[in-house]
């Protein structure tokens, strides 16, 4: 095994991992901050490097069902996109996981509209959070590249789809150092596809999607939610497997320099690389902060994140969401609440939300955030807004 | 040609879309899936829009398909389609092996999108328009019953002219129900510059075998249009649906004919067009352009209508085959 180090954006380093995997359809449509990847994988196409055949389709809605009717025949199938498109294709997002495909999606977690915006923040994501699909955040290209790989794995282990989101333009089009696995190493590591009852065998006739009223419907969504509770079990073996190529621990969740910490941040993508760089100067001057980085956003690995925090002797939390929940508490803050809930000491937790429409959040305001926990400023259930004009 | 003997043979050997489904006694869908299907042969992989024949025919755990089948949404029968045949095409390659392509070896699998005129015309028009652009090879067939039947009559944009629904009924300030003309959907897919595009009806099976035989044989995207009665929204009297399609093409309102790489064909021509009052009063939809001198100008108008596009379609018959 060996592996060879390139610059990359992280939308590049997807379309390598893609390149690897080379699956039998890719459906595109372009939309920014995605459209690297498609335009990249469609030079693969344009060389003969893939032997995929490459659909150009004329909407992100129908990029999807593209996708879906060829995974259903029998092959893999992978599509890419962005914010509005993520939200053009939501009805058959949700159709992807209901017929149980397993598929691929990198996404650039990019702004919804309106107003109209293409920089990055995790709206696009997280009103699919509910949809049945495992959601894998990644804070650098280098992690997207994998993840992708390790996607296919999981999701034809759970018969789920997955979306491995980056964080559009910061990550997306900025250029890192990125190992890649050697072509050889990686396909092994992919294996074949092994369908269950592809449709295009017709020796076989079987009907994909019928109706499911009171009698059925039911039941079939709860096949769906104990496939997905299944997926912690599966991500840790599967990364196992992918840590002897990478040398890359795949956690649910990262802890940074939690076990003395008397405060944290609790945050996702590219925003955690930023806080460690503080944390690392701020340590430097004794002050005891950490991180925990979410990985695995859904399913929301409740349990182990109590477990981890029980452990720790955390005064006071900060969840950084980079998206609204308008109307109620901000997303990742709520499943932090509820995780914390059963811990016989009970850490204060400030709600922040930052960087929406791609407002830059810089160490100086990651550092505030971590005075003000030491200082013990805490409202529980109240928002406070990183960088915001009021 | 296939006689309509040989034809129920097929069907029947075939079984491609099975009796006891839940769509109502003398719906005019099944017949044209089944001549569709035998036309195809056994190797056929079919998808639907969200509808009347979705609905009724997968019921689960039940599902009245002998043949692969997939309904995925309202607006994607094209789009689920291109991604069936795109995986097809990824199979052929010679550098991909697979167990799954080793199954399929040797099979000439044929592609078949259905839609009613709502999933077709309307919400899944973008989608079509795009599959036709890109040239996968399938049939797209729109079984079209002039509006929204499964919700229970609401317009569509193939609604007819003068037709009451649901959404567009004939009021005092709204006489006519719908008030627009029909969209022309043969005209939409000959713009995609497609090789083979007919209008069809459940009325004439042999007639609209003959076409999907010709359209299975051709490589590309393909469309066939087939009017289909609908027993429940039409309201006519149980048994009525081949004579009232009959009836739609016998007056000149639902003319046969094809168009095979931009030459149009007639494949009927009534001796003497009935006038189109016979296709309108036998359905309730219409009943409304009976009662008075002024909603008999509709009826004027709807007739003014046919008569121009009849002569339209006889012209470009004359003039693509000059």
């Given at each position: 095994?060996?592996?060879?180090?390139?610059?990359?954006?992280?939308?590049?380093?997807?379309?390598?991992?893609?390149?690897?995997?080379?699956?039998?359809?890719?459906?595109?449509?372009?939309?920014?901050?995605?459209?690297?990847?498609?335009?990249?994988?469609?030079?693969?196409?344009?060389?003969?490097?893939?032997?995929?055949?490459?659909?150009?389709?004329?909407?992100?809605?129908?990029?999807?069902?593209?996708?879906?009717?060829?995974?259903?025949?029998?092959?893999?199938?992978?599509?890419?996109?962005?914010?509005?498109?993520?939200?053009?294709?939501?009805?058959?997002?949700?159709?992807?996981?209901?017929?149980?495909?397993?598929?691929?999606?990198?996404?650039?977690?990019?702004?919804?509209?309106?107003?109209?915006?293409?920089?990055?923040?995790?709206?696009?994501?997280?009103?699919?959070?509910?949809?049945?699909?495992?959601?894998?955040?990644?804070?650098?290209?280098?992690?997207?590249?994998?993840?992708?790989?390790?996607?296919?794995?999981?999701?034809?282990?759970?018969?789920?789809?997955?979306?491995?989101?980056?964080?559009?333009?910061?990550?997306?089009?900025?250029?890192?150092?990125?190992?890649?696995?050697?072509?050889?190493?990686?396909?092994k590591f992919i294996g074949e596809y092994k369908p269950?009852?592809?449709?295009?065998?017709?020796?076989?006739?079987?009907?994909?999607?019928?109706?499911?009223?009171?009698?059925?419907?039911?039941?079939?969504?709860?096949?769906?939610?104990?496939?997905?509770?299944?997926?912690?079990?599966?991500?840790?073996?599967?990364?196992?497997?992918?840590?002897?190529?990478?040398?890359?621990?795949?956690?649910?969740?990262?802890?940074?320099k939690l076990e003395d910490a008397e405060v944290a941040?609790?945050?996702?993508?590219?925003?955690?690389?930023?806080?460690?760089?503080?944390?690392?100067?701020?340590?430097?001057?004794?002050?005891?902060?950490?991180?925990?980085?979410?990985?695995?956003?859904?399913?929301?690995?409740?349990?182990?994140?109590?477990?981890?925090?029980?452990?720790?002797?955390?005064?006071?939390?900060?969840?950084?969401?980079?998206?609204?929940?308008?109307?109620?508490?901000?997303?990742?803050?709520?499943?932090?609440?509820?995780?914390?809930?059963?811990?016989?000491?009970?850490?204060?937790?400030?709600?922040?939300?930052?960087?929406?429409?791609?407002?830059?959040?810089?160490?100086?305001?990651?550092?505030?955030?971590?005075?003000?926990?030491?200082?013990?400023?805490?409202?529980?259930?109240?928002?406070?807004?990183?960088?915001?004009?009021? | 040609?296939?006689?309509?003997?040989?034809?129920?043979?097929?069907?029947?050997?075939?079984?491609?879309?099975?009796?006891?489904?839940?769509?109502?006694?003398?719906?005019?869908?099944?017949?044209?899936?089944?001549?569709?299907?035998?036309?195809?042969?056994?190797?056929?992989?079919?998808?639907?829009?969200?509808?009347?024949?979705?609905?009724?025919?997968?019921?689960?755990?039940?599902?009245?398909?002998?043949?692969?089948?997939?309904?995925?949404?309202?607006?994607?029968?094209?789009?689920?389609?291109?991604?069936?045949?795109?995986?097809?095409r990824y199979l052929q390659k010679d550098n991909v092996?697979?167990?799954?392509?080793?199954?399929?070896?040797?099979?000439?699998?044929?592609?078949?999108?259905?839609?009613?005129?709502?999933?077709?015309?309307?919400?899944?028009?973008?989608?079509?328009?795009?599959?036709?652009?890109?040239?996968?090879?399938?049939?797209?067939?729109?079984?079209?019953?002039?509006?929204?039947?499964?919700?229970?009559?609401?317009?569509?944009?193939?609604?007819?002219?003068?037709?009451?629904?649901?959404?567009?009924?004939?009021?005092?300030?709204?006489?006519?129900?719908?008030?627009?003309?029909?969209?022309?959907?043969?005209?939409?897919?000959?713009?995609?510059?497609?090789?083979?595009?007919?209008?069809?009806?459940?009325?004439?099976?042999?007639?609209?075998?003959?076409?999907?035989?010709?359209?299975?044989?051709?490589?590309?995207?393909?469309?066939?249009?087939?009017?289909?009665?609908?027993?429940?929204?039409?309201?006519?009297?149980?048994?009525?649906?081949?004579?009232?399609?009959?009836?739609?093409?016998?007056?000149?309102?639902?003319?046969?004919?094809?168009?095979?790489?931009?030459?149009?064909?007639?494949?009927?021509?009534?001796?003497?067009?009935?006038?189109?009052?016979?296709?309108?009063?036998?359905?309730?939809?219409?009943?409304?352009?009976?009662?008075?001198?002024?909603?008999?100008?509709?009826?004027?108008?709807?007739?003014?209508?046919?008569?121009?596009?009849?002569?339209?379609?006889?012209?470009?018959?004359?003039?693509?085959?000059?």
């Amino acid at each position: 095994m060996s592996k060879i180090t390139l610059a990359l954006t992280g939308a590049h380093a997807v379309a390598e991992a893609m390149r690897q995997i080379n699956p039998g359809v890719v459906a595109l449509f372009p939309i920014t901050p995605q459209t690297p990847i498609v335009e990249k994988y469609s030079e693969y196409y344009a060389n003969g490097v893939v032997d995929t055949e490459l659909v150009r389709s004329e909407s992100e809605h129908s990029a999807m069902s593209i996708v879906m009717g060829a995974q259903a025949a029998g092959v893999r199938a992978m599509t890419a996109t962005s914010s509005q498109g993520l939200a053009y294709m939501w009805e058959v997002v949700g159709a992807t996981a209901g017929l149980r495909l397993p598929i691929v999606m990198p996404v650039t977690n990019r702004a919804l509209g309106a107003p109209i915006n293409i920089h990055c923040d995790h709206a696009d994501s997280m009103y699919c959070r509910d949809l049945g699909w495992i959601h894998l955040f990644c804070e650098t290209a280098q992690e997207a590249y994998e993840n992708t790989l390790l996607a296919i794995r999981l999701a034809e282990k759970v018969s789920l789809p997955v979306m491995v989101l980056q964080d559009g333009f910061i990550t997306s089009h900025s250029v890192e150092r990125v190992d890649i696995l050697d072509d050889v190493s990686a396909k092994k590591f992919i294996g074949e596809y092994k369908p269950n009852n592809p449709l295009i065998n017709t020796d076989y006739p079987k009907t994909v999607g019928p109706i499911q009223l009171q009698d059925y419907y039911f039941e079939t969504q709860y096949q769906g939610t104990i496939a997905i509770e299944s997926v912690f079990e599966e991500y840790l073996k599967i990364g196992k497997e992918l840590e002897k190529l990478t040398g890359t621990k795949y956690e649910l969740f990262e802890e940074y320099k939690l076990e003395d910490a008397e405060v944290a941040i609790i945050v996702s993508s590219s925003t955690s690389g930023t806080t460690k760089e503080v944390i690392d100067r701020m340590r430097n001057e004794g002050k005891k902060v950490g991180l925990l980085n979410i990985k695995l956003y859904r399913p929301f690995p409740y349990e182990a994140i109590a477990k981890a925090l029980n452990h720790f002797n955390l005064n006071n939390i900060a969840v950084l969401d980079r998206a609204l929940s308008r109307g109620a508490m901000p997303p990742l803050y709520t499943d932090i609440k509820l995780s914390v809930s059963s811990l016989n000491k009970i850490p204060k937790i400030q709600s922040y939300v930052f960087g929406l429409g791609g407002r830059d959040i810089i160490q100086k305001d990651i550092e505030e955030v971590f005075e003000s926990l030491l200082k013990g400023k805490v409202k529980e259930n109240k928002t406070e807004y990183i960088g915001l004009r009021k | 040609m296939i006689t309509p003997k040989d034809l129920a043979l097929k069907i029947k050997e075939q079984e491609s879309l099975v009796e006891g489904g839940r769509w109502c006694a003398g719906c005019s869908f099944p017949p044209i899936i089944r001549t569709v299907l035998a036309a195809a042969g056994k190797d056929v992989v079919t998808t639907s829009a969200t509808g009347c024949l979705e609905v009724t025919s997968t019921i689960y755990p039940y599902s009245s398909w002998g043949v692969p089948f997939m309904h995925n949404a309202f607006a994607n029968s094209a789009a689920t389609t291109t991604g069936l045949e795109s995986a097809y095409r990824y199979l052929q390659k010679d550098n991909v092996h697979s167990e799954l392509k080793d199954k399929i070896k040797g099979k000439d699998i044929k592609f078949v999108a259905f839609g009613g005129d709502g999933g077709t015309y309307d919400i899944g028009l973008q989608s079509l328009s795009g599959a036709l652009e890109r040239g996968h090879d399938f049939l797209y067939v729109c079984y079209d019953n002039g509006a929204y039947m499964n919700t229970g009559n609401q317009r569509s944009s193939a609604t007819p002219f003068g037709a009451a629904a649901s959404t567009a009924p004939s009021g005092k300030a709204h006489l006519a129900g719908k008030e627009e003309k029909r969209k022309d959907l043969i005209k939409i897919a000959l713009a995609h510059n497609i090789k083979y595009v007919a209008q069809a009806s459940a009325y004439n099976l042999v007639d609209l075998y003959n076409k999907a035989e010709k359209a299975f044989s051709i490589k590309g995207p393909k469309l066939i249009l087939v009017y289909s009665p609908c027993i429940s929204n039409w309201q006519f009297e149980d048994g009525d649906g081949v004579e009232i399609g009959k009836l739609a093409t016998e007056t000149n309102f639902w003319p046969l004919y094809e168009v095979e790489d931009g030459k149009y064909k007639l494949n009927y021509k009534p001796a003497t067009p009935k006038p189109v009052e016979e296709f309108l009063k036998r359905q309730a939809r219409f009943k409304h352009l009976f009662k008075d001198e002024n909603s008999k100008k509709i009826i004027e108008e709807i007739q003014q209508t046919v008569n121009q596009e009849w002569q339209k379609l006889q012209d470009l018959v004359e003039f693509t085959n000059r």
